[in-house]
């Protein structure tokens, strides 16, 4: 006990300033990728052809990449400095449409839920996470808001063990084959109305496995999903962002 | 017998032609020598070769002599199992059986391991998962305890049968499997531009040591010796992974000790070693770091330095912490003798990494069969009680050394290039990588087809030999010491189920 007080004094306060203060990431951090139709040639298909996660297409013309699919690994950046990663890690979204970004445009981020249900979980919101097959690094990077750098308990957002006590069900991973009953029994346990949220490429259209017969390609062939959370794995300010939008407190 | 056979080095290629197909009474024979003679099963598995047969192949290893030992043999049907005589080789017959369909006959424990289709027997339905048959303890007043596929806490899925007698556990039965992705699968025929992607997703807090050992194979297959730098900045990463990992299994297991101090500071620890790889690399578990033939980014003098102040904080408050933790007689008095995994059970088991190190074992890939920047690593932290409390004091020691490590690699790095071209990979070669990941041994092994494609990509990733140390850890134990003994392996489902 004599140790652990001077201790908690010199570890001192952890807790972010966030979302009164925007946070400090990495320089090299690669956030919501920027789309300058003006330096792209008409006939390039650098981008397309470079792509490992087949992203991006060219439609009328225009590039898109589809951040459900995409990595965030560059490969993309090409020569005509047409396609740059930013800063910006605000990057969920309440429809799967939505994450189609075309040259130019800008995303269009989360909508609060409709009223009723804001009114039910805005201010407490209990989660239950289900792994159908991801990499533990969206779950790390969830879990990790459990800590006081993030605090996620301030925001009145719990992670339950039971589905029978939970309003939503996070799910991480693309829904393997041998993941796929589990995951509907946790879905038809939760009481209605329930939330699905989906995090990390993986859970939104099959990640870097979305060619594996047996990998799944995604939550939202199964399950009504409510909050797109794109990244892989999402930066735990993506996600908390994400969740924040969505309870209509940001 | 044994002398011809193939020997060569951690990194090392061979011809496939310089392999001899052995008979298969001949290649059982070999394995049950060394592994009497004490060499480990690093590698074992089944390949479509060009006939009707499938072919067997297994890579032992001679720690001692820091020797990779290649052996190959074929067969249609069935094979002899050594599992009774060396329980180390149980998991990889049963692999080879699910896979390939190939009876390991004589094997005590044949059921599934990840309820995968058979690549062989197209026709054949595969089991259901969660479809066995447990071992069952019989008696008056036993009873089971089944818990999962999802079970509490943010955590990947699996099924867990504890047989007890009162709150005793006399046995428990791990079934894993829910996590297959068909890793080995899609990657034949590669490698692709996925695949790099899809190396560094194969187990998430692995991401460096599961991409090194791919890189490291692509480099020796393509004939490439990375630069100084390069080698550098990925042994910086390397630590830096098993530094973020340790802290953060440190706090976890201060919570399930109820001593919730350690877990705070831990948990926003780790968070900031992750941010230092995102320093590096924009990533936080270091995505986007490892090419084949080098790294993405270069540190530069102003980087470096910026890292090493951060660095010193963090060691600081880490070293505040954790004391805290190991300095507490309620703390570890839970953990002592609780969880025991002996030296000779670790060593039957064939444990690697920090499990096997607690039991006693010295084995570090890092110390047996170094890599180009590992001259500056000293010698494995052993410790020999084998409880929850010897690997929590493995991964003090352990936190220490790669404090330093990363502290004196960033002092000197290396100038020059970070990357360079990875031309083909050779045809009809086999290729060996073993890497130490924080959890243990890494292992991939590459088999060339006639184009230097991918004919078979085996992977191996510590959680494979280690979840039957957790199971044999747990007997005799209380039900109720299954987190804390779960926390002190902390292995990956999906690392496992690959």
Redesign the interface.
């Known amino acids: 006990m004599l140790?652990?007080i001077p201790?908690?004094f010199?570890?001192g306060y952890?807790t972010s300033a966030f979302p009164r203060r925007e946070p400090q990431?990495?320089?090299?951090?690669?956030g919501v990728p920027q789309i300058d139709g003006g330096k792209c040639p008409p006939t390039c298909h650098y981008c397309v052809d470079?792509c490992?996660?087949q992203a991006i297409t060219r439609v009328a013309g225009k590039v898109v990449i589809d951040l459900g699919r995409c990595?965030?690994?560059?490969?993309c950046v090409c020569p005509h400095d047409a396609i740059s990663f930013s800063a910006d890690y605000r990057l969920a979204v309440r429809e799967r449409r939505q994450l189609q970004l075309s040259a130019d445009d800008s995303l269009e981020l989360a909508q609060p839920l409709a009223d009723e249900l804001r009114r039910l979980f805005g201010r407490s919101l209990k989660l239950r996470?289900?792994?159908?097959?991801?990499?533990?690094?969206?779950?790390?990077?969830?879990?990790?808001l459990?800590?006081?750098?993030f605090d996620l308990g301030r925001f009145g957002i719990q992670?339950v063990?039971?589905?029978r006590h939970a309003d939503g069900l996070l799910v991480t991973?693309?829904v393997?084959?041998?993941?796929r009953?589990?995951l509907l029994?946790?879905y038809a346990a939760l009481p209605e109305p329930r939330l699905v949220i989906v995090s990390g490429a993986?859970a939104i259209s099959g990640?870097?496995?979305a060619?594996?017969?047996?990998?799944g390609n995604g939550v939202d062939e199964l399950l009504p999903v409510d909050l797109y959370v794109p990244g892989?794995?999402p930066?735990?300010y993506t996600l908390l962002d994400g969740l924040l939008r969505l309870l209509g407190r940001r | 017998m044994v002398d011809s056979a193939v020997r060569i080095s951690n990194n090392d290629v061979v011809a496939l032609a310089d392999v001899q197909l052995w008979p298969l009474p001949r290649f059982i024979a070999a394995i049950d020598v060394e592994l009497a003679g004490g060499a480990r099963v690093v590698s074992y598995f089944a390949h479509h070769g060009g006939t009707a047969k499938v072919e067997l192949w297994c890579v032992l290893a001679h720690d001692d002599r820091g020797e990779l030992m290649v052996l190959r043999s074929h067969s249609d049907a069935e094979f002899p199992s050594l599992a009774a005589r060396h329980p180390q080789i149980q998991l990889f017959e049963r692999e080879i059986y699910e896979q390939f369909s190939l009876v390991p006959v004589g094997h005590p424990w044949l059921k599934p391991i990840?309820?995968?289709?058979s690549w062989r027997d197209h026709a054949a339905s595969a089991a259901v998962?969660g479809d066995f048959t447990p071992y069952q303890v019989a008696g008056e007043e036993i009873h089971e305890v089944a818990v999962g596929?999802?079970h509490?806490?943010?955590?990947?899925?699996g099924h867990f049968r504890f047989q007890c007698h009162g709150e005793e556990v006399k046995h428990l039965e791990i079934s894993l499997?829910?996590?297959?992705?068909?890793?080995e699968?899609?990657l034949v025929g590669g490698p692709?531009?996925?695949t790099?992607?899809?190396m560094?997703?194969?187990?998430?807090?692995t991401?460096i040591g599961h991409t090194s050992a791919y890189c490291q194979l692509c480099e020796s297959l393509g004939g490439v010796k990375i630069t100084p730098a390069a080698a550098r900045l990925r042994a910086i990463a390397l630590e830096l992974e098993r530094l973020a990992n340790h802290v953060g299994d440190v706090g976890a297991l201060s919570g399930d000790t109820g001593f919730l101090?350690t877990a705070?500071?831990c948990?926003?620890i780790?968070?900031n070693i992750l941010?230092l790889s995102?320093?590096?690399?924009?990533?936080?578990?270091g995505?986007?770091l490892l090419r084949p033939g080098g790294v993405n980014?270069a540190v530069d003098e102003a980087l470096a330095q910026d890292l090493l102040e951060k660095l010193d904080a963090i060691e600081d408050?880490t070293n505040?912490?954790i004391?805290?933790f190991y300095?507490s007689p309620s703390v570890l008095a839970r953990m002592d003798g609780v969880g025991c995994v002996s030296m000779a059970v670790a060593a039957e088991l064939g444990l690697v990494g920090p499990a096997a190190r607690a039991s006693g074992l010295v084995r570090d890939v890092r110390q047996h069969y170094p890599g180009v920047a590992d001259d500056d690593f000293t010698a494995a932290e052993v410790e020999n009680a084998g409880d929850v409390q010897a690997r929590a004091l493995v991964r003090r020691r352990e936190i220490a050394a790669s404090f330093a490590l990363v502290r004196q690699r960033l002092q000197q790095l290396p100038p020059g290039e970070v990357a360079l071209p990875v031309a083909s990979l050779l045809p009809e070669h086999i290729g060996v990588a073993l890497v130490e990941g924080w959890r243990g041994e890494i292992v991939h092994v590459a088999i060339t087809d006639d184009a230097g494609r991918f004919a078979r990509y085996k992977v191996v990733d510590p959680s494979f030999h280690n979840w039957s140390g957790l199971a044999m850890a747990l007997r005799g134990q209380q039900i109720s010491d299954f987190p804390l003994c779960n926390k002190s392996f902390n292995l990956?489902?999906?690392g496992f189920?690959l």
């Open positions: 140790k652990i201790e908690r010199r570890q952890r990431l990495s320089a090299r951090f690669r470079n490992p996660m990595l965030f690994c560059a490969k996470q289900v792994s159908a097959g991801g990499c533990n690094a969206c779950e790390a990077d969830f879990n990790v459990g800590v006081p750098t992670v063990a039971s589905p991973g693309p393997t084959a041998n993941m009953a589990a029994d946790t993986c990640g870097p496995f060619a594996s017969a047996v990998a892989c794995p930066h735990p | 990840r309820f995968e289709p998962i596929p999802v509490a806490g943010v955590i990947e899925p499997g829910f996590q297959h992705r068909g890793v699968h899609l692709t531009a996925a790099l992607l899809q560094e997703a194969l187990a998430g807090d991401t101090t705070s500071y948990g926003s780790r968070g941010n995102a320093d590096i690399c924009g990533n936080r578990f995505r986007g980014f408050e505040g912490a004391a805290l300095d990956s489902y999906c189920d």
